[in-house]
């Protein structure tokens, strides 16, 4: 049976505002891999705790970044022409996929502020299977000593 747009909007309204209640674990940061971060924190009507807000990485990229994250953080954000509609950045040897800006220097200036407010003692990585994850990404991802984790899969 289908739910039509009306109810399941109804339905999400009343999730969320039950999970906002029960989120016992405030200012939280999930470094995520692409937009998923963002959707969390914003059904959770918590603050954007986190750079990886609207962007995305490559599979082996965001590996590189989680693995190295305080690295990472730690160069700056450069622009990269590419032939995509949206600004790119780089970090070092990463690509960074601002999908959802329509300028570098906005995206860029969304990435410090957001980079300033990571609560380091409170992480939470998010990566996501698509396309060029391969089961030995999955993997590594699984093997890496981060405390708070999780990969959503096909599988």
Known sequence: MKLSRKYRKILRIRRNYLNRKRLMN????????????????HELGEAFRSPTINLWFEPEDYLKFAEHL????????????????????????????????????????????RKARINKNNLYFVMVQCEGCTKEMIDKFDRLSLKHKVIFTAQ
Not at 26 to 41: D, P, Q
């Open 70 to 113: 305080e690295d990472y953080l730690n160069l700056e954000l450069k622009e990269v022409i590419t032939e995509k509609k949206y600004p790119v950045g780089i970090l070092g040897d990463i690509k960074v996929y601002f999908m959802h800006y329509s300028d570098f220097a906005t995206a860029k200036e969304k990435w410090q502020e």
């Open 26 to 41: 405030k200012e939280f940061s999930i470094i995520a891999m692409n937009c998923v971060g963002g959707v969390i924190y």
